[in-house]
């Protein structure tokens, strides 16, 4: 109750110029465990305004190719997308865990509608050429190249959370598979001019760390001096250092703060209150 | 062309009062063929105004549970929904079928989106009691109990086409599968009081035939007075009189037109210029 006061007032005085915008990215941790992922929404439910979803998935499409004996070719952790792999993850993605996501959103009374980037053409992108990417290819898979933020616009300004898989289309009928964390970038950054954006990731961390061993050496905020800093004295693991890079990019781009955090901290993380906040000033 | 500019005439003559609206139901016979949809999409693009699309899938979803190795149980013609089951159709229908369909339109220049019953709670429904079915079990078969029309409302007032997988929701988190051919016309009888709706059923004969082994024995037009002479005279087959009852409920609620006919002709359909044209008067 005391949180829903907080969000309450904020959305009260924000309600003047720019409203706040949540865009949030849940991954395979909390897709993956019923348990968990019904916690989270429950608690994702209780977040007053605008709220946009990005899930990943990748385990459970895994799971179904393995079932249906479909071999699946990784090549530096990414997926190569051929035409059984891009049946499977759509499948996956826009049909189960999109509309169960939908379904238990609804179930705690929070209003939400489900969009891959072909539903009113939400997000189109290009087939990633070999050419483009070390000569790999990847099959059908999609780099962005536009978000149609009119297509969900008139949802957010009704409350309605739109849940978004990770699936786009290039507007020639073709259905492509993007990554989530881009997904979500995309969207965050497009809607930047419109809301106060802000864009939190949900990871297996409680934050960016000092020591990757102590999940209680959380960084609490960073801002492009710190990160210089971070990087010269070589305090922070090198996994971490693009997805800060691409946090910067967000924050250049329009988007207010990015907050990278365990999912089941939600409810602090829109706060800032837990995970690590990067930002720029 | 000359197509078009029928209907637009047409918008513009009814635009001072209620709008057209067209709720077209496809089955497995043009989803299962790829070609046939392809060229079904292309011509359905090209229907100027307010359009609801429903569709079906069933083929695809046994195939795939074929592949899964799980077995399906049909009593009556309906699929018994168990859980594993549930989460087949839930794939085939909102994933697969649904998003190829919107990426389809949108390659045809038709702005389109996919919906389920959970999606914005358009369709909410409760899981059939076995014993409101001769006791049989059917699983997570959905009844429908309410459609939302506020849901879709806004989007058909810009022109975007809503594309509806039949998969509903009971509001408590819970997906259901449930009939397309019942979906198709709860929407369009629920959309009733807002446009002039026609329900338009696209299946594999050109429409009631007077000799079911004749596909050019169409009735072109049938009201309750004729029926009533058909059925006396038993001059249709068994099988078509259920159809025809449900067209006449559709009509009491509220829908103008139910036309019965082939999806390749679905823009002489439209015009009631093929199939049988199934009205109160």
Redesign the interface.
């Known amino acids: 109750m005391q949180d829903q006061q907080i969000y309450d007032s904020n959305a009260a005085a924000k309600k003047a110029v720019k409203e706040a915008l949540f865009v949030v990215k849940i991954g395979g941790n909390i897709i993956d465990n019923a348990e968990k992922l019904e916690n989270f929404l429950q608690q994702f439910s209780t977040i007053k305004g605008k709220k946009i979803l990005v899930h990943g998935g990748g385990k459970l499409a895994t799971q179904?190719a393995k079932?249906?004996g479909i071999e699946q070719e990784m090549v530096e952790g990414r997926r190569i997308t051929d035409a059984a792999t891009l049946?499977i993850v759509?499948?996956?993605?826009?049909?189960?865990i999109?509309?169960?996501i939908?379904?238990?959103l609804?179930?705690n009374g929070n209003?939400?509608?489900?969009?891959?980037g072909?539903?009113?053409?939400l997000i189109k992108a290009h087939k990633r050429l070999a050419s483009a990417s070390k000569g790999i290819d990847y099959g059908f898979v999609g780099d962005v190249d536009e978000v149609n933020t009119a297509?969900i616009k008139?949802?957010l300004e009704q409350d309605?959370t739109i849940v978004v898989a990770p699936?786009t289309?290039d507007?020639?009928?073709?259905?492509l598979n993007t990554n989530a964390d881009t997904i979500a970038q995309s969207i965050a950054t497009a809607m930047g001019n419109q809301y106060h954006v802000s864009l939190l990731y949900c990871f297996e961390k409680s934050g960016v760390l000092l020591d990757a061993n102590d999940d209680e050496s959380v960084i609490p905020t960073i801002d492009q001096a710190y990160f210089k800093k971070l990087k010269e004295e070589q305090l922070i693991f090198a996994g971490m250092i693009p997805k800060l890079e691409n946090a910067f990019t967000a924050l250049e781009k329009g988007v207010e703060k990015v907050i990278i955090g365990k999912a089941e901290s939600i409810l602090d993380l829109v706060q800032a209150k837990a995970g690590t906040t990067i930002q720029n000033n």
């Open positions: 179904l079932d249906l049946k759509t499948m996956v993605y826009a049909g189960y999109n509309k169960n939908v379904a238990q609804q179930a209003n939400a509608i489900g969009f891959t072909a539903d009113a053409n297509a008139p949802l309605i699936i289309h507007g020639n009928g073709q259905l």
